[in-house]
């Protein structure tokens, strides 16, 4: 019997969560020992000294940089231009992937998911090893690492309300890191970890396969680390912590889209399936505990939401607005610039560019070259370059409140519901906001998914006041979010006009319709195009004012026909 | 290079499986799209197929490897014009890949060194012949989705450009994957799959340890492991090979063809695809079978597949298409 049946046979109390620094200092640690196994690590801090602390510690992988706009040049190697022609023979510079190694990639929440897919495929692949220390530095929830990323490095850290005083160097005792990375072959897994740690995931509602398979990897490192021949309680608790904690599905109080289809109880298999209900009352496996307790829920909870916000960032067809692309659209004058995988050369120009001095570099290089040649240095390079449009994003703010009336809301739903297989037609992205009693809620962030947009607008429930100042707020937040993400947003607003809570969350008709005429003003003034749409049963003055504040066009809903309304709307927003 | 994990040694996935091994059969059918979870092995299974696919014979040095030197094209400056073995290409079409990058563009670098108008293949002639993936096809850019619709209907790149004219064959499986709730798939390019299928990760418990299982000891020990399965991939891949050879015998009844027929407009599919699909799919299902004729129970086992992302799609309908299929299966294929 090894040590680990008889400790994995009794369950004693759930772990005390170990002091947010020393998780930090134990995760960076071990990803000292086996960066290869763990595929990286996940940081998700702002620029600071704390970051600067994590870093140096990482220093000794000697991790080399990678830009979020690293083209496939930078990544696999290409042919390096303008030392080609400055040498006049074939040059290539050497790729960041093609050579494998512990990468840093900077700013790692802007990361286009095209470099996602390759950077992925390349830790998919065993060789050459790769390893990836991703900086996230998102501010907001939304901002975060593409998910492609988030799957396969195993580790998290989140340095966000880290006290400084509570960090200190992460030191290792010298020969310490090689005596580890000498005992990582010899580590043993008995079976039983293997299957524990994957119940552990099932538990805790981890769809991905790989997160087991990066959670033994970490407990190998551990054991190694310590000093165990083989994986220990601890060594597990310390993987479960470390790579499970951030990919739980949020545990029991959100929505249930937010969680995986409930697990189908299996006869005979009481102990390792719970439901959703039972959770609460079964003894939780301690693996699955100090999962949950490794981080604060409001953070799953949030990176849930954010891992729906990361859509796609793709351009794509739209009639958004115009932008200066290097790929295709209508020509625009060339200009000077080396041509990488993200710009193509306009040959003619830069042929252009190179002729009127063909005779004086010819003397100026002598004759031993040949004269029929054309010499075309660095400088007459010239690139292409494009006119586009952007994507568009429809952002839905849809007043819920009691004043809409039961029957009117369902029309609305329906009137949205239109307007959604319309914007599917045109690839565009949809957002849904509602607002109702005292406050707005973003209940989709912009996707292309309409399934999604459908599902939540079906559960969306009616009564209360009417904040309209906080929903105009909050869509004007989605919209500045979209823009961000190169996207032209346009903010339809269905409402009946009769705001009665204002900003503050304060009842009160006149400070409401002021606050709404505000946020108004201020979301014209962003520049995002807007369209009212009355679903009042009778028109109302305030709202044509509002409508003149947002610089928007007011439509009434026509009764019982939607597909006026989607007809009209599409005349406004083409308009 | 590592040895692909055993295309046999995948655990569960039966749908993804069929669905690719028939391709290996009969090119024909079209590509295969894989919607699903992350990491539910959807890319383990399209490098797996590669190594279990038998090779192809070509001329060593033709860019798109033509199995005869007659058919090389002729901008393509081959010296040894010897045929060589090779593993089946199967090659990938990364995101956010430029237009140059997948149809092949002018080489700069000769134009420009030697001054010679030469042109530099690019992805769409490594994948003739072979297979063609792309991971995240619903995230791709739709001008490079126009271009692969394109060269997928005419099998033939054709690139006009920078003073170039230059045409080559591009005939290749395209395997797609991606995640549905990412983004849709436009029904065009949707309409060029053969094949759609729909993998979840496991939902019982011993599935998903036996996943990891057998993945752990590929990782940790892969000698013993691919000796223990590679008997198996070599088993299937016989299989395939005797299935190729058998599928020009493969008899279709009438009552076959009403059966396909009646299944495709009780389901309203836009088009005769569907059809052309489900019979050849069910074909190529028979002859793995070593079956003389086709059976209902291929047109049963082949029409999820062939016929879910083809039927007219409410893009708010969220039952999904498999549940519409399989009632109608129950309804016209008792």
């Not at chain 1, 005596?179 to 072959?185: H, T």
């Not at chain 1, 449009?389 to 809301?409: C, K, T």
Request: proline content about 9%; aromatic content about 2%; overall charge neutral.
């Amino acid at each position: 019997m090894t040590p680990f049946d008889e400790t994995a046979t009794q369950p004693g109390p759930p772990p005390a969560s170990p002091a947010p620094w020393d998780r930090v200092a134990l995760a960076v640690t071990l990803l000292l020992v086996d960066p290869q196994g763990l595929r990286g690590l996940w940081l998700r801090a702002r620029a600071g000294p704390l970051r600067d602390r994590v870093l140096k510690a990482l220093a000794p992988l000697h991790p080399r940089k990678l830009h979020p706009n690293a083209d496939d040049g930078a990544l696999y190697g290409s042919l390096d231009l303008a030392m080609t022609l400055a040498q006049g023979h074939t040059m290539r510079s050497a790729g960041l992937l093609s050579t494998g190694g512990p990468l840093l990639l900077t700013m790692a929440e802007r990361c286009p998911p095209g470099l996602a897919a390759r950077l992925g495929q390349a830790l998919d692949t065993p060789t050459p090893p790769l390893s990836l220390i991703a900086l996230d530095e998102g501010a907001e929830a939304e901002e975060t690492l593409p998910p492609a990323l988030a799957d396969r490095l195993g580790l998290f850290l989140s340095l966000d309300g880290l006290p400084w005083q509570d960090s200190a160097p992460i030191t290792l005792a010298p020969g310490a890191l090689s005596a580890a990375r000498a005992r990582l072959r010899g580590v043993t897994t008995p079976p039983e970890a293997r299957d524990r740690l994957t119940r552990a995931a099932h538990e805790l509602g981890i769809a991905s396969a790989r997160a087991p398979l990066l959670a033994l990897a970490c407990a190998r490192a551990a054991a190694a680390l310590r000093g165990h021949p083989h994986l220990t309680e601890a060594d597990l608790t310390t993987a479960a912590e470390l790579v499970y904690s951030h990919r739980a599905a949020p545990a029991m109080d959100s929505p249930p889209e937010d969680t995986p289809p409930p697990e189908p109880p299996l006869p005979g298999d009481t102990k390792t399936e719970d439901s959703a209900d039972t959770r609460s009352e079964i003894p939780e496996d301690i693996l699955v505990a100090a999962a949950r307790a490794a981080l604060p829920p409001d953070l799953l909870d949030r990176m849930a939401l954010a891992r729906l916000a990361r859509g796609q960032q793709t351009r794509g067809t739209g009639a958004g607005a115009a932008l200066r692309g290097k790929h295709r659209g209508r020509p625009l004058p060339a200009r000077p610039g080396r041509p990488s995988d993200g710009a193509r050369l306009d040959l003619v120009a830069t042929l252009r560019n190179a002729a009127p001095w063909q005779p004086m570099r010819r003397a100026q290089l002598g004759t031993a070259r040949d004269p029929k040649r054309l010499i075309i240095l660095p400088s007459d390079l010239r690139i292409r370059r494009f006119e586009e449009r952007a994507e568009r994003a429809l952002i839905f703010a849809v007043d819920a409140s009691g004043s809409q009336a039961v029957a009117r809301l369902a029309e609305v739903k329906g009137a949205v519901e239109l307007l959604l297989a319309s914007a599917y037609a045109r690839r565009d992205n949809v957002a849904l906001v509602t607002f109702r009693g005292t406050q707005a809620a973003l209940d989709l962030p912009p996707t292309r998914s309409l399934v999604q947009a459908k599902r939540r607008l079906a559960g969306l429930p009616g009564g209360g006041g009417t904040p309209l100042a906080l929903g105009l707020e909050r869509a004007a937040e989605v919209a500045a979010l979209a823009r961000a993400r190169g996207m032209t947003p346009v903010v339809a607003l269905l409402t009946d006009g009769r705001a009665n809570i204002g900003l503050d969350g304060q009842p009160g008709r006149a400070k409401a319709a002021e606050d709404a005429r505000q946020m108004a003003r201020a979301l014209a003034q962003s520049g995002t195009r807007a369209v009212v749409i009355d679903t009042g049963l009778r028109p109302q003055p305030a709202l044509n004012e509002l409508a003149r504040a947002l610089q928007a066009e007011c439509i009434a809903l026509p009764r019982a026909n939607a597909a006026q309304l989607s007809t009209a709307l599409a005349a406004a927003l083409d308009g | 290079m590592k040895t692909p994990f055993p295309f046999s040694a995948i655990v569960g996935q039966d749908e993804m499986k069929q669905a690719m091994v028939l391709t290996a059969i009969d090119p024909g059918i079209g590509g295969v799209l894989v919607f699903g979870d992350r990491g539910t092995g959807k890319s383990t299974a399209v490098r797996a197929l590669a190594a279990l696919l038998p090779p192809i014979e070509a001329v060593t040095d033709c860019p798109v490897n033509s199995a005869d030197p007659a058919d090389c094209p002729e901008w393509a400056a081959i010296i040894d014009r010897s045929i060589t073995t090779r593993p089946t290409p199967v090659v990938d079409l990364p995101l956010g890949a430029t237009e140059d990058r997948v149809t092949g563009a002018l080489d700069i670098e000769r134009a420009l060194t030697r001054g010679e108008k030469a042109f530099e293949p690019g992805l769409l002639a490594r994948a003739n012949r072979g297979y063609l993936y792309i991971d995240e096809v619903n995230l791709l850019e739709d001008h490079i989705v126009d271009l692969l619709l394109d060269v997928a209907q005419s099998g033939e790149n054709v690139v006009e450009r920078e003073g170039l004219s230059i045409r080559h064959p591009a005939r290749f499986v395209l395997v797609g994957s991606g995640n549905p709730e990412e983004g849709e798939l436009r029904p065009q390019l949707l309409d060029r799959f053969g094949l759609s299928v729909e993998v979840t990760s496991p939902r019982d418990i011993e599935t998903r340890i036996e996943v990891i299982r057998r993945r752990d000891a590929y990782e940790r020990t892969p000698e013993s492991f691919l000796a223990e399965w590679q008997p198996r991939d070599a088993e299937l891949r016989a299989r395939i090979l005797a299935a190729r050879a058998a599928l020009p015998d493969v008899r279709a009844s009438n009552v076959a063809l009403h059966d396909c027929a009646a299944l495709c407009i009780a389901l309203g599919s836009d088009g005769l695809r569907g059809e052309l699909t489900l019979l050849r799919t069910a074909r190529a299902l028979a002859a793995f079978d070593n079956a003389p004729e086709v059976t209902r129970d291929h047109l049963r086992a082949a029409a999820p597949s062939a016929l879910r992302h083809r039927l007219r799609r409410d893009p708010l309908d969220e039952a999904g298409s498999t549940a519409r299929v399989t009632r109608q299966l129950a309804e016209i294929l008792p």
